[in-house]
T-cell receptor, first 114, second 116 residues
């Protein structure tokens, strides 16, 4: 019940296209859903995060869509750029998890071709 | 400023060596974390400190010994490591979990550890 399932494992998109990464969770106690972007050899960097009281949050080209009833959330990257090529992790935390412990998805390797 | 710094960036050590990793943050966060990350995998939680006290140890072998000397610093002491311990070691910090909402964790750049 603590798992977060992320798909796809890898994604190839042309420059200017839309990248979509999906995550699903089981634990209804989760109430915080961040997305992290990680470049090779670097630490994960917080990209955008959402709480379940809203269904969508947009920051620049990045949008999180959240479906509480389906227990799913997704990251949309509009106008994808080669510089967006990285590994993306969804995560979840909240009530019932000790000290805000993050449960990560398995990651999606995004490649944006020029 | 949301910066977490880690030193060293790279570390090579033999199985009999003793070394330490250092993490520092000045965001006033009172929760600090150590994670281990293998290639192409998500970070795995090792330890959590809250208000300078060890709150969570995820059954980590005793050859890893964490220390939190003050609210800004976090160390990870390494001794008698195995080659399979080679990984990226990440430090993170956040506001203390307030029992109702998850809190944003900010990660450092990591220390790339190679055990020979």
């Amino acid at each position: 019940q603590q798992q977060v399932k992320q798909s796809p494992q890898s994604l190839i998109v042309q420059k200017g296209g839309i990248s979509i990464i999906n995550c699903a969770y089981e634990n209804t106690a989760f109430d915080y859903f961040p997305w992290y972007q990680q470049f090779p050899g670097k630490g994960p960097a917080l990209l955008i995060a959402i709480r379940p009281d809203v269904s969508e949050k947009k920051e620049g080209r990045f949008t999180i869509s959240f479906n509480k009833s389906a227990k799913q959330f997704s990251l949309h990257i509009m106008d994808s750029q080669p510089g967006d090529s990285a590994t993306y992790f969804c995560a979840a935390s909240g009530r019932g998890t000790s000290y805000g412990k993050l449960t990560f998805g398995q990651g999606t390797i995004l490649t944006v071709h020029p | 400023d949301t910066e977490v710094t880690q030193t060293p960036k790279h570390l090579v050590m033999g199985m009999t060596n003793k070394k330490s990793l250092k993490c520092e943050q000045h965001m006033g966060h009172r929760a600090m974390y150590w994670y281990k990350q293998k290639a192409k995998k998500p970070p795995e939680l090792m330890f959590v400190y809250s208000y300078e006290k060890l709150s969570i140890n995820e059954s980590v072998p005793s050859r890893f010994s964490p220390e939190c000397p003050n609210s800004s610093l976090l160390n990870l002491h390494l001794h008698a490591l195995q080659p399979e311990d080679s990984a990226l070691y990440l430090c993170a910090s956040s506001q203390v979990y307030r029992g109702g909402q998850g809190e944003t964790q900010y990660f450092g750049p990591g220390t790339r550890l190679l055990v020979l």
